[in-house]
């Protein structure tokens, strides 16, 4: 006779597996980790000393990744102010749940080690981080995707490592007027039946949301990444946020019709209001285009600026050149006191934008350059009496060509502003190796609740 198996009812569930462990570091980007049964437990949002439930999610040849459920006990830099209602879904925030001064030393610590896998500790001290004046709301800048979910329009992030929206109405690090955007979006993208882009059928016609802020004018600029070009809805869209939203200045729609991961495509147009922002930084106004990358920390970037500025002591005899110089925000600053300024970007539209903010400010000093920063340098490695080269390169650092070049053209100094330790320190022991020392080098904290952190360097010759 055939044996029957019992079918599974349509309402049962999976058991989840659960694991107890206790917590004993945290790796590079804030997440914790705790040996379990010959492999490395991975759980996001537990801090060392800390024993936790955490749910299995994957297991791997080397370690499990987990789900963060429930803390037995708690780690003494754990605070008790719940900042964020999404922590454990969205994930963008690995540290939320420490101490603000725990942060601080987290990240002090992080360029220390850096530091010292490079053999450079001995020579260097590493100062307490500069504090961000506000932990929370810093984040001037914000592209928040679009999503559907059963017919409820969503705006957030994406949880980390997918691609899965997670609706953030009230994101503690944005500052608030980009929450207030968003909600008055959401409800009218929701209104109107406003089509959203669905990635596995590629149709719909809203991507993403662009939000920048100028937190010292309180205005706003917005841009509507789309599928394809609208000239029904979205001005539409467009005159109803500026009547609800004062504050917003100008929206603007960018088309990327592509399907990768990239966020802008190469064409925007103005729907409505002003086709730029105008923000202060420290002394300098700079004029911020929809597309331009600027830093999302304004504040902190204006003390960065202010450090180069003191550090470099230039006077009105000195040339200097600003690699990766973006909008010109360095360069304006140093254009102050120099006698000559150079800014070299591989990006045409920022190349662009900085002259506009060289003349948007009167400073009559300073040329800007599109090309690659290697190949430029080379070229100037014939000049004499070049005081004061700045590098602020992506999270990759700077290449060995460029690096090279910089110690052939024997800069009276340099200074480093880096977003990444790792590639920081490799840079660094390359530097000290062609005839420079660090003089002096400060961490500075430009993202608060993450385990990001921005560190400036002084080189002399």
């Known amino acids: ?135 929370f709301g810093y984040r001037a800048s914000a592209k928040l995707a679009f999503a559907r979910k059963r017919e ?21 690090v944005h500052h608030p007027l980009i929450n207030r955007i968003a909600a008055v979006v959401r409800d009218e993208v929701q209104r109107q ?37 609208d000239l029904q809805q979205l001005p539409k869209l467009a005159k109803w946020l500026m009547r609800k939203v004062p504050e917003v200045i100008g929206v603007h729609q960018n088309i990327n019709s592509s399907t990768g991961n990239v966020i802008l495509g190469d064409q925007t147009w103005k729907l409505q209001g002003l086709p730029d922002l105008i923000e202060r930084i420290g002394d300098i106004r700079l004029r911020i285009a929809p597309e331009a990358f600027f830093q999302i920390n304004t504040l902190q970037a204006a003390r960065i600026y202010s450090l180069v500025r003191r550090w470099a002591q230039l006077s009105r005899n000195d040339k200097a050149i600003d690699l990766f110089c973006g909008i010109g925000g360095i360069a304006l600053h140093l254009a102050k006191d120099a006698g000559q300024v150079e800014g070299i970007e591989s990006v045409d539209e920022a190349v662009r934008n900085a002259g506009e903010n060289a003349r948007l400010n009167e400073l009559h000093n300073c ?51 880096s977003c990444d330790p790792d590639t920081l320190a490799r840079d660094l022991k390359i530097l000290t190796d062609g005839g420079y020392r660090v003089k002096q080098l400060q961490p500075v904290d430009m993202f608060p609740q993450t385990s990001h952190i921005e560190t400036v360097v002084q080189l002399v010759r």
């Not at 329009?153 to 994101?171: A, F, K, N, T, W």
């Not at 039946?193 to 590629?202: A, D, E, W």
């Not at 990759?396 to 090279?404: N, P, T, V, W, Y």
Request: charged share 25%; proline share 7%; net charge positive.
């Open 193 to 229: 039946r406003i089509s959203v882009y669905n990635p596995r059928h590629q149709r719909g016609l809203l991507r993403y949301l662009l939000v920048r802020v100028s937190p010292t004018s309180g205005k706003a600029l917005v841009t509507f990444v789309c599928n394809f070009r």
């Open 152 to 172: 409820k329009v969503l705006i957030g992030l994406y949880q980390r490592g997918s691609h899965d929206v997670i609706d953030s109405p009230e994101c503690p």
């Open 1 to 135: 006779m055939k044996k029957q198996t019992k079918k599974k009812s349509a309402t049962s569930h999976p058991k989840v597996e659960t694991i107890k462990i206790t917590v004993d570091s945290l790796d590079k980007d804030g997440i914790g980790l705790a040996p379990y049964e010959n492999r490395i437990a991975v759980v996001q949002g537990a801090f060392p000393g800390e024993t936790v439930v955490a749910e299995v999610e994957h297991v791997g040849r080397t370690h499990i990744f987990t789900k963060l459920r429930r803390v037995l006990r708690n780690a003494p830099q754990r605070t008790t102010n719940i900042a964020c209602k999404l922590e454990k879904e969205c994930l963008g925030c690995p540290l939320i749940g420490m101490k603000y001064p725990e942060q601080l030393l987290f990240k002090q610590q992080r360029v220390a080690e850096a530091l010292h896998q490079h053999g450079l500790l001995d020579d260097i001290q590493i100062p307490a981080v500069l504090p961000s004046e506000s932990p």
């Open 367 to 417: 040329r800007f350059t599109a090309g690659d920063a290697s190949e430029e340098l080379q070229k100037r490695c014939g000049e004499k009496n070049i005081a004061l080269v700045t590098v602020n390169p992506p999270r990759k650092g700077c290449s060995e060509d460029l690096l090279q070049a910089l110690c052939q053209l024997r800069p009276r100094q340099i200074i480093y502003v």
